[in-house]
Every structure is written in structure tokens, then in C-alpha cells.
């Protein structure tokens, strides 16, 4: 069974910039983050497939999120600059069993128990 785990949320002010890690045992698998605001529905992110070489990212991230793969450490980071408020949220990691990339969250079996991201104004 993949376990997933999150780490590297934290407070940050608005212009800001923050790392997210996604660590997931087992198999690699395409990887996706998304993001669940308060009164507001799990969102797309961005996701990367199996071998790292195709990305996705949402239009409200796009030239300011990163999506990576290290291969080696089995881990899928997510480098997030120029932090806006609207940014602020609880960050998931989702995997498997897709290997290409995936917008959908539907498409994801296993999740983290996600990090809180919170960019102040």
C-alpha cells in the first residue's frame, strides 16, 4: 500500500515563496497537488507524471508554481513563488494508480493528509 505524506507549509506573507514535499512509498506513480480553501472545493493544483517529464498547472498558478520530481528520494516537490492570499489553504498530495498526468482528482487513489498554507496580506 503507498503511503503519502506532505511536509513544508507553513505562514507566510503575500510575495513570499515556499517548498512543498510530497514523499510516497512504493511504486512511482503520476503525482498531483491540490488545494481546499475554506467554504471552497478541493481545486487543481498542478501534477507530473511518472518519469517527471510532463507537467500541468492550473491558470491560477501557472509562472509562479514549479512541479518536480526527484526520482531517486521517491519525492515530488511543489516550489511556490510570488505567494498571493487567495493561495492561502490546506495543500494535498495525491498519487497512483495513473502514470501520466492528471488533472482530475478522481484519477488519484492514494492521499496525503495534507499541510496548511497560509499567505497573509
Known amino acids: 500500500q503507498v503511503h503519502v505524506v506532505e511536509s513544508g507549509g507553513g505562514l507566510v506573507q503575500a510575495g513570499d515563496s515556499l517548498r512543498l514535499f510530497c514523499a510516497a512509498s512504493?511504486?512511482?506513480?503520476?503525482t498531483g497537488w491540490f488545494r481546499q480553501a475554506p467554504g471552497k472545493e478541493r481545486e487543481f493544483v498542478a501534477a507530473?507524471?511518472?518519469?517527471?517529464?510532463?507537467?500541468a498547472y492550473a491558470d491560477s498558478v501557472k509562472g509562479r508554481f514549479t512541479i518536480s520530481r526527484d526520482n531517486a528520494k521517491t519525492t515530488v516537490n511543489l516550489q511556490m513563488n510570488s505567494l498571493k492570499p487567495e493561495d492561502t489553504g490546506v495543500y494535498y498530495c495525491a498519487t497512483g494508480p495513473t502514470l501520466r498526468v492528471a488533472l482530475s482528482p478522481l484519477e488519484y487513489k492514494e492521499w496525503g493528509q495534507g499541510t496548511q498554507v497560509t499567505v497573509s496580506s
Open positions: 507530473i507524471n511518472w518519469n517527471g517529464g510532463s507537467t
Open positions: 512504493g511504486r512511482t506513480f503520476a
